[in-house]
């Protein structure tokens, strides 16, 4: 049997779409246009009423980057399709802010899925800001519900994006998370969830120009440029820039 890569690439996304939508949800959220992008440096987005047909029928687009499916647990992966489902509920069913910023309302309604959100990723970042990430939380339903979504036998096909601009070493000494960040019991599904898949022959793009590394601040959100391997500390938040 011939391989069908689009098939089996986008019915994986549309599974998982309709899992939380149904299981975190409540199965109220339309269906939307789940494509992929590479934007530089985003994990995903989400576009309110990007996509019309001929009958003027409006859908929303939910992008993921597949660049970072081998840079990152799945976990973090299944985090960013949620996320951006909260975005398309408050559009539908809430009271979005104004150019992107993360509310009150939204916030709230990520906790109600079992995802903190977090400016910093971590526990006791602010919950609410213009950048925002998020982790899951201890016992909350969010983990429940993804420990079942993974056993599908659909993420035997999951596609992977060669290209990297992170050498082959680097990629070979990150692939791993501390146990102390595993809140999953189930050690096979632990696994799957928390370990990221090595590429054995990666196509490294590189990048020739030291000047455009791009560093952010996980506190206030600054972005600095400058040469790789550099050690930067915020002078307004006293914490580490982090490597974009």
Not at 38 to 48: A, C, D
Not at 141 to 151: E, G, M, P, T, Y
Not at 199 to 212: A, E, M, R, V
Request: proline share 4%; net charge neutral; charged share 20%.
């Amino acid at each position: 049997m011939k391989l069908k890569p689009t098939y089996e690439f986008y019915d994986l996304f549309q599974f998982i779409y309709d899992y939380f939508n149904e299981n975190l949800f409540g199965s109220e959220l339309p269906n939307c246009m789940i494509v992929i992008t590479r934007k530089t440096k985003t994990f995903g987005y989400y576009s309110n009423e990007r996509w019309i047909n001929k009958e003027n029928i409006k859908t929303d687009e939910l992008a993921i980057n597949p660049i970072y499916f081998s840079k990152y647990p799945l976990i973090e992966m299944l985090q960013t399709m949620a996320h951006e489902m909260v975005h398309l509920w408050q559009f539908h069913f809430g009271r979005p802010s104004i150019r992107s910023y993360h509310n009150k309302e939204w916030g709230n309604k990520m906790q109600s899925i079992g995802l903190m959100p977090s400016n910093t990723g971590k526990e006791g970042g602010k919950k609410t800001g213009q950048q925002m990430m998020d982790y899951p939380i201890k016992g909350g339903i969010f983990l429940d519900v993804c420990s079942q979504l993974v056993k599908n036998q659909r993420f035997e096909k999951l596609w992977f994006d060669r290209t990297t601009t992170v050498k082959i070493e680097t990629l070979l000494n990150t692939n791993t998370v501390s146990s102390e960040n595993i809140l999953i019991e189930d050690v096979e599904v632990a696994n799957f969830l928390y370990s990221t898949y090595t590429i054995d022959s990666p196509i490294y793009l590189g990048n020739t120009d030291s000047s455009k590394n791009k560093y952010q601040c996980p506190g206030c959100g600054v972005n600095v440029w400058g040469k790789r391997d550099l050690n930067l500390i915020c002078g307004d938040c006293g914490v580490e820039f982090e490597y974009q």
